[in-house]
């Protein structure tokens, strides 16, 4: 089994539902969700919006690869409402990456002690320490003894 950490962010629509369902479709499809964060409402990060987010974070044990990870997520997203125009890849640089509103974001923040980075999958997720909306929940149910994210 392996150690997942999931980020997820909502700022359409019922935001607070919008996750709820995100982390019922992750535990059945990616694996046991072990911890869930709190909710923090958050401004929109990378572009200008009147629509708060949503964020938290959950721990998974999951037996699927990261690309397997990846696909599964990415096609939760698409059932919840987020239009595949949305999002051109999991964890892309910033200056890659077209931010909008969304009903449901889930990024791939960490995965054992794996990297990986590959065009579409960059593992740890290379913009979550410079974003307090991942690092606050991801510090509130962090366990792994080796590895500190300050």
Request: charged share 30%; glycine share 6%; aromatic share 6%.
């Amino acid at each position: 089994m392996h150690k997942l950490y999931l980020g997820l962010g909502s700022n359409m629509g019922d935001r607070r539902q919008n996750i709820e369902k995100a982390v019922a479709l992750i535990g059945e499809r990616v694996g046991e969700v072990v911890r869930q964060s709190s909710l923090m409402e958050t401004e929109p990060w990378g572009f200008a919006s009147e629509n708060r987010f949503l964020n938290g974070v959950v721990l998974c044990q999951t037996e699927l690869s990261p690309r397997e990870v990846l696909q599964t997520t990415q096609k939760i997203e698409r059932e919840l409402g987020r239009k595949k125009s949305e999002k051109r890849g999991a964890n892309c640089q910033l200056s890659t990456r077209h931010y909008q509103d969304r009903p449901i974001d889930i990024d791939i923040l960490l995965y054992d002690d794996l990297h990986v980075d590959e065009p579409d999958l960059k593992i740890p997720h290379p913009l979550m320490e410079q974003r307090d909306f991942v690092m606050i929940p991801l510090k509130e149910i962090w366990q792994h003894p080796k590895t500190s994210y300050n």
